[in-house]
């Protein structure tokens, strides 16, 4: 392993962190609500009265941020190394991942670590060491990947 230190970039990554952080912070601060995304989008499919607007919010701000940095910036350029399928069955992976941990990496790591949340930071060592587990098995064992 190395760093491409050509293409590190360690300023719009502590941006993108402060506001990761601030929007999490302002979340709770004015609705109570911790900013797992799963739980927002979640509570979507068992719609009450009163907390639709902001559940609506969050996702569509997430999506439309790209389109804002794109008239500041130009985007920056990205690769998916992996077919329809593998990111289908990652993706319904991740969702079940979430179900069982009762929680998402931005509710446990973000919102629950800064709480001081045991749950949370239990939740977040599981989520790493899986990580850790997976790419290790597709890239050493499996032969699959990019080195």
């Known amino acids: 392993m190395s760093i491409d230190w050509l293409d590190f970039s360690p300023l719009p990554a502590f941006v993108g962190g402060l506001l990761i952080g601030s929007a999490a912070a302002c979340l709770v601060l004015f609705t109570g609500r911790i900013a797992g995304i799963s739980g927002i989008l979640g509570g979507l499919f068992r719609p009450q009265s009163g907390v639709i607007g902001w559940r ?5 701000g997430l999506i ?3 389109a804002v940095y794109r008239g500041l910036a130009a985007l920056p350029e990205f690769r998916i190394d992996a ?3 593998v990111l289908l069955t990652s993706g319904l992976l991740v969702g079940l991942g ?3 941990g009762a929680g998402c990496t931005s509710g446990h790591g973000v919102c629950g670590l800064s709480r001081l949340s045991w749950r949370s930071l ?10 850790f587990l997976t790419v290790f098995l597709v890239r050493h064992l499996l032969g699959g990947g990019t080195p």
């Open 122 to 131: 239990i939740a977040v060592i599981t989520f790493m060491l899986a990580g």
């Open 56 to 60: 609506l919010a969050f996702p569509a």
């Open 98 to 100: 979430t179900r069982y």
């Open 83 to 85: 077919g329809w399928g």
């Open 64 to 66: 439309a941020a790209p």
